[in-house]
């Protein structure tokens, strides 16, 4: 009974990671600017919107505009609110974002920019320089102008927020001249896939006016930089980590740096599993150093109001900070006595006894 709870858990699990995998995203842009008037801020003027869920509430009302100028915050609170008094079933939609600055331009400055548009005729066009689309650019170094570059950056930036790193990005199939025009013609960004994945595929649409003029299909490919925990040695299992490692700084794909440990996470832990030498060392591998053992004779707390209780057991399996493991009363009385109960590991031999463990 016990396997067919664990392979019907094992199974819902892995059905809840592939609806989220597959769930529509909304990703607030940092800065957007209006270059018309507007008495109302839209979900589309404020976010990228992926999936067909989230396309269909671009229309969505997030913020009053009238008698606005110059700049309003519309936070992420205020966008799940509007989202949800709309109707939407965000629990089917990733909504990420902390809020976006909204930029009201005023009739002396023309410059045109809507979702992932840009026009910037009347500016003048910087002279080219080397190409460096090969090694990819910074994205810092892109923000805030007005050129397929720059919408790119900002796109991308918007996306990885929360991963707080700096970003390289590499586009194939486009030269500077490309990525660079600052017109006449007016340019489009559409994402074909996923701006989180690793290789995005996307397609700049070239306008004149109305009329398309061009369209160019390039792949994005966006790097994160952080450091890594590399194996500098073979090493066995549950071996401490911190004596057998160095630390490199790289560039890594938003996968590899989901999937890669944190240095503060593998400086304190054990090996789940064997390394190899130069290895980078996995989340998956890393585990925090056993504080209780089988065996072990263990203090345990717990409290109770203002009452607190602590009692001697005996460890029945391993456990590291953080972990619920089982433990045995000692009872002095009856020494064969085999009662059982669950704490939550605190320390070296300590335990806490905790409400719902």
Request: one cysteine or more.
């Amino acid at each position: 009974m016990l396997v067919c709870h664990r392979t019907i858990f094992t199974v819902a699990a892995s059905l809840a990671v592939a609806a989220a995998a597959m769930a529509d995203s909304i990703v607030l842009k940092s800065v957007t600017r209006l270059d018309r008037p507007v008495e109302r801020v839209t979900l589309a003027d404020i976010a990228y919107l992926d999936g067909p869920d989230a396309e269909a509430l671009a229309s969505t009302v997030v913020a009053d505009a009238r008698g606005m100028s110059g700049e309003m915050v519309v936070p992420i609170d205020q966008v799940r609110d509007a989202l949800s008094a709309a109707g939407a079933k965000l629990g089917l939609i990733d909504l990420s974002g902390h809020e976006t600055r909204v930029q009201f331009a005023s009739s002396d400055q023309p410059r045109a920019m809507k979702g992932m548009s840009v026009d910037d005729s009347l500016a003048p066009r910087p002279p080219a320089g080397p190409s460096n689309v090969e090694r990819g650019f910074l994205a810092a170094s892109a923000l805030g102008t007005t050129t397929p570059r720059g919408l790119l950056a900002q796109m991308l930036v918007d996306v990885h927020a929360g991963k707080r790193a700096e970003m390289r990005i590499i586009v194939e199939g486009a030269d500077n001249a490309l990525l660079d025009a600052r017109g006449p013609h007016r340019y489009e960004l559409v994402p074909l896939a996923s701006l989180s994945s690793d290789r995005i595929a996307m397609r700049i649409i070239e306008r004149d006016a109305d009329s398309v003029v061009a369209r160019h299909e390039v792949v994005v490919l966006p790097l994160l930089r952080r450091d890594v925990a590399v194996a500098t040695r073979a090493i066995r299992r549950n071996e401490p980590l911190e004596s057998a490692i160095e630390i490199r700084e790289e560039w890594l794909s938003p996968s590899d740096f989901a999937r890669f440990a944190t240095v503060e996470s593998a400086l304190v832990a054990n090996a789940m599993d064997s390394l190899a030498a130069g290895e980078r060392v996995p989340a998956s591998k890393v585990r925090k150093p056993i504080e209780i053992k089988k065996n072990d004779r263990v203090v345990v707390r717990r409290e109770v109001g203002l009452v607190a209780i602590e009692i001697p057991a005996v460890a029945v399996s391993d456990g590291a900070v953080g972990d619920v493991i089982e433990l045995r009363v000692i009872d002095r009385k009856d020494r064969k006595a085999q009662r059982t109960f669950s704490a939550v590991v605190v320390g070296p031999g300590r335990a806490e006894v905790r409400e719902g463990v």
